[in-house]
């Protein structure tokens, strides 16, 4: 079945950094491939997405690129800041059939220091 | 519309007593989910409907558990005879079908804690 594998967390870094946080996934044809956040105290919510290979989604700084070659959707940011501070998850949705669930990965926290 | 909404936010209950959560998600989607969270982890996928139809329910997931979305409107989530592993962030999320599908709006969960 579909699966999601991302780092494991705590991540910790300084503000102005640069940021990597690595997922991996496992699925058959081509799946629609996430990021979504949650805040300290709040619900997660959509960061960003890609539907398709080589497609790159980007919002708030962060960006990602879906690489069909390697199975991957790293998140990336070239200057993360204090506010940045939070769990990441790496998501997709099946292609086959676009009735299909949600799969999340186990989540990477982010702790930003000043 | 203000969002998908639970109810309740926190439920404190003991083990063996029945519980129900509560999901109004945004008004113009057709797809609504339950996940679960535990700490540390991240969202178990429960079930999901599409309009009133449960089209799956994880086979991880007990008999005492079982879901309605009658109308396709709210949907509702009861646990029977509840057990403390039971604990956990129940959340709802809602999306669109078709090309927006895998955006989903979730709720701020019901928090379970069971004694």
């Known amino acids: 079945g579909n699966s999601v594998t991302q780092m494991e967390g705590p991540v910790t870094l300084s503000e102005e950094a640069f940021l990597t946080i690595n997922c991996t996934y496992t699925a058959t044809g081509y799946p629609s491939l996430f990021w979504y956040v949650q805040y300290p105290g709040e619900g997660l919510q959509l960061l960003l997405k890609?539907?398709?290979?080589?497609d790159k989604g980007s919002n708030k700084g962060f960006e990602a690129t879906y690489r069909k070659e390697t199975t991957s959707f790293h998140l990336e940011k070239g200057s993360v800041q204090v506010s940045d501070s939070a769990v990441y998850f790496c998501a997709l949705v099946g292609s086959m059939n676009r009735d299909d669930k949600i799969i999340f990965g186990k989540g990477t926290r982010l702790h930003i220091l000043p | 519309d203000t969002g998908v909404s639970q109810d309740p936010r926190h439920k404190i209950t003991k083990r063996g007593q029945n519980v129900t959560f509560r999901c109004d998600p945004i008004s113009e989607h057709n797809r609504l989910y339950w996940y679960r969270q535990t700490l540390g982890q991240g969202p178990e996928f429960l079930t999901y409907?599409?309009?009133?139809?449960?089209?799956?329910k994880s086979r991880l997931l007990s008999d005492r558990f079982s879901a309605e979305r009658p109308k396709g409107s709210f949907s509702t989530l009861e646990i029977q005879r509840t057990e403390q592993g039971d604990s956990a962030m129940y959340l709802c999320?809602?999306?669109?079908?078709?090309?927006?599908?895998?955006?989903?709006?979730f709720g701020e969960g019901s928090r379970l804690t069971v004694l």
């Open positions: 999320a809602s999306s669109f079908r078709g090309s927006k599908a895998g955006e989903l709006f």
């Open positions: 890609a539907t398709k290979a080589d």
């Open positions: 409907f599409q309009n009133e139809a449960q089209l799956e």
